[in-house]
């Protein structure tokens, strides 16, 4: 069969290219949500909603300020609590200002690639109060450009398709690391749970996908190096989110530390309380991220979870893939 694959070029940018057509269909078919297909953007393939073509040199144009802290990592690695955390170091401890939504303090970069047009349109028509979500999507980057100063923002895009200048401006990055296998099973259930991609598959299935690079914001290990590798750079900071669950104290004190905020032991106590997970998953500025989900955004947040999910099979073909890429990266996950 021609491959009649469409192939745009922008200024800054790799190329983005179609995917190729039967794995676009197959792609469309379990992911339901996403009825356009999908792009692989530069030679690491990328994989993102075709709604990224239009959106992608705005991204690439967004005008970065040296204040600005950018909190990053693949989907369900961490960065909602860790932006959390930075709100408030940002924001002296400002709890009651916190109650506040999260998508407004902490605005979702690339919020509005992730939902679908038509999928969209369809959904209105049976949960009109949805409308609320895609207007604030829309309107995330005129939203960011608004904001005076010390803006947060959250990405899932790796670094080589933010703004070229983000780094060499002085702009912080927090980048969020967590173990792949727990990063699949979480992201398994948000995509089959939420109308905007509505996974139709099971979790062999949509394992396969996240391994192989074919699922949005992949492939893991192309989007972990880039980071990693810019971890000794003074405005990086290279985090995992099992060292969070492990010792929160030090986890707080580090990022507070890397957002050059003194902190009391109190106020790290303070913090502690917050962000305990039973608190922090029953905050209500998250609620708004759990409209059109099945489930609630902040799910379990355990380490080693995968378990529960991995077929002896699965996890072996698992650690071979993990030990030869991190073999080639040249990192460690906390044991």
Wanted: proline residues 4%; neutral net charge.
């Amino acid at each position: 069969m021609e491959n009649t694959c469409e192939i745009q070029k922008e200024e800054n940018l790799p190329e983005i290219v179609d995917v190729e057509v039967n794995l676009d269909n197959e792609l469309k078919y379990y992911f339901r949500g996403q009825k356009d297909g999908f792009v692989q953007v530069g030679p690491k393939k990328w994989l993102y909603p075709m709604k990224y073509k239009k959106l992608a040199q705005k991204y690439i144009d967004f005008e970065v300020r040296p204040d600005d802290v950018w909190i990053s990592g693949i989907p369900r690695s961490g960065t909602t609590v860790t932006q959390e955390l930075a709100w408030l170091l940002k924001n002296n401890l400002d709890f009651e200002g916190a109650k506040k939504d999260i998508s407004y303090r902490v605005p979702f970069f690339e919020m509005s690639m992730v939902f679908n047009d038509k999928a969209s349109r369809i959904r209105l028509l049976s949960h009109p109060k949805d409308g609320d979500i895609l207007k604030k999507t829309d309107m995330c980057l005129p939203y960011l450009n608004s904001l005076k100063e010390n803006r947060l923002i959250k990405t899932h895009l790796p670094l080589e398709l933010l703004p070229p200048d983000l780094l060499e401006k002085g702009c912080k990055v927090i980048y969020v690391c967590r173990h792949p296998k727990d990063v699949a099973v979480s992201y398994f259930f948000l995509q089959k749970n939420s109308w905007n991609v509505d996974f139709q598959g099971d979790f062999a299935k949509y394992w396969n996908y996240f391994r192989n690079g074919n699922c949005m914001f992949g492939p893991y290990f192309e989007h972990v190096k880039q980071a990693f590798e810019k971890k000794e750079l003074k405005n990086v900071l290279f985090v995992f989110y099992e060292d969070l669950r492990k010792d929160l104290t030090a986890f707080i004190k580090k990022v507070a530390e890397f957002l050059e905020r003194p902190i009391t032991e109190s106020e790290v106590n303070s913090l502690k309380e917050h962000l305990d997970f039973n608190n922090f998953q029953k905050n209500s500025a998250l609620e708004k991220l759990n409209e059109g989900s099945k489930n609630k955004f902040v799910r379990k947040g355990k380490v080693g979870g995968w378990r529960d999910h991995f077929t002896e099979e699965m996890a072996k073909e698992a650690d071979e893939w993990i030990e030869e890429n991190t073999k080639k990266i040249g990192f460690e996950y906390p044991s």
